[in-house]
Structure formats: structure tokens, C-alpha cells
């Protein structure tokens, strides 16, 4: 079973408007961090946000915010005010107690954002 | 600057030859590990690397060696690629790898195509 789920493989958004990137997880753990990264057509990994499992409030950077729900284990990535510049591939992450005391992330497959004038 | 640097970018190699992809740090970190990113799958992790000395298979392991001789360093090495093995792969650091909130930094990619 995958451990984090991006339904979404493809979004298309309007210019200036704002779009939720799904993301779910699966995890038994009560401590585990919750991870979006974008990747632009140029290849790299951008980190955008991040959101612990303890943490009360939603986790906001600029335009990203992340939509936390804990109980339904949902971690959606929300993008205010959509530019040219956000088409991107979207990645949801999540970093959860492996053996050994360490934390290895686990990345969904994520989500193609297009975003249009 | 802190970075993760990557090399080659760009490779393209035939069946059965040996070639190793450096991945190097400067931001002192514990943690790194070795992905490779395929449509439709997302990332996947191939090795990972706890300190020196200390490596574990990831997801994906099969047709890759790992070694971590030195804490900045964590080449990743195909000893006798396949086409199956063409990809986009990320080494990736993190401060310590103990903690559910430390934010991983990634090298720009290394293109491979196995011919």
C-alpha cells in the first residue's frame, strides 16, 4: 500500500486563481512530518513547505499554505493567487520512524500543475 | 553556499558499463541518501546512509552499490547498468536523518540513459 497519495496526476488552474494538490498518508506513527517540494520543468527539488504531526495550526509559507487534517490523515498543498511560474510537478512527502531511530521520507507520485493565462 | 552538488549531470552509457555518480555535501550533515525518479512513480529511494559507514537499502535497491567512506561524500554506483536502470536520480542530504521534521536539500539531478 502506498504510504502517501497524490490522486491528482494532472491540475489545471487559471492565472491568479488559487488550486488544493491533494495529498493522504498512511502512517501508525504519532510523530512524522508531512513535506511538499516542487519541481519546475528544469529539474530540481524545491522545498516548499513543511507541517508536524504535533503541530495545531496549518503550516504557511507566502502563497503555500497546507491544508492539515489530521483525523483523515490529509496533508493538501494550497496554492493562493496561481502564477505562470507555479507549473511545476508537485510533490507530497512524508517522514515517519523507520528501525534503527531513524526517519526515512517517503515521497507520493505526484501532481502535474498547469497553470494557464 | 550550501549545497548538494551532483556529477555527471548527463550521461549516457551502454549495458554492462561500470559508472558511478558522485554526490558530494559542505553542510556537515549526517543523513543522505540516493534517489531515482521515474514517471508516473515519483521518487523512490535506492540507498540511504545514516553516518559513515552506516548504508541500508532503500525501496529499490537492486542493480546499485552504495559506500560512505567520508561524511560529504555518497557515490552511487551501477556496477552493470541496464536500460531498466535509465532515470533521473537525486542524492539528497538532511541534518541528522533522526528527526520526522528535517527538511531534505537535493542535488540538481543526474540524467542517465542506459543504451
Known amino acids: 500500500a502506498q504510504k502517501i497519495t497524490q490522486t491528482q496526476p494532472g491540475m489545471f488552474v487559471q492565472e491568479k486563481e488559487a488550486v488544493t494538490l491533494d495529498c493522504t498518508y498512511d502512517t501508525s506513527d504519532q510523530s512524522y512530518g508531512l513535506f511538499w517540494y516542487k519541481q519546475p520543468s528544469s529539474g530540481e527539488m524545491i522545498f516548499l513547505i513543511y507541517?508536524?504531526?504535533?503541530?495545531?495550526q496549518n503550516a504557511t509559507e507566502g502563497r503555500y499554505s497546507l491544508n492539515f487534517q489530521k483525523a483523515r490523515k490529509s496533508a493538501n498543498l494550497v496554492i493562493s493567487a496561481s502564477q505562470l511560474g507555479d507549473s511545476a510537478m508537485y510533490f507530497c512527502a512524508m517522514r515517519e520512524g523507520a528501525s534503527g531511530g531513524s526517519y526515512i521520507p517517503t515521497f507520493g507520485r505526484g501532481t502535474s500543475l498547469i497553470v494557464h493565462p | 553556499e550550501a549545497q548538494v552538488t551532483q556529477n555527471p549531470r548527463y550521461l549516457i552509457t551502454v549495458t554492462g558499463k561500470k559508472l558511478t555518480v558522485t554526490c558530494s555535501q559542505n553542510?556537515?550533515?549526517?543523513?543522505m541518501s540516493w534517489y531515482r525518479q521515474d514517471p508516473g512513480l515519483g521518487l523512490r529511494q535506492i540507498y540511504y546512509?545514516?553516518?559513515?559507514?552506516?548504508?541500508d537499502k532503500g525501496d529499490v535497491p537492486e542493480g546499485y552499490k552504495v559506500s560512505r567512506k567520508e561524511k560529504r561524500n555518497f557515490p552511487l554506483i551501477l556496477e552493470s547498468p541496464s536500460p531498466n536502470q535509465t532515470s533521473l536520480y537525486f542524492c539528497?542530504?538532511?541534518?541528522?536523518?533522526?528527526?520526522?521534521?528535517?527538511?531534505?536539500?537535493f542535488g540538481p539531478g543526474t540524467r542517465l540513459l542506459v543504451l
Open positions: 553542510m556537515n550533515h549526517e543523513y
Open positions: 546512509s545514516m553516518n559513515v559507514e552506516v548504508t
Open positions: 507541517q508536524g504531526s504535533y503541530d495545531e
Open positions: 539528497a542530504s538532511s541534518l541528522s536523518g533522526t528527526s520526522g521534521s528535517e527538511t531534505q536539500y
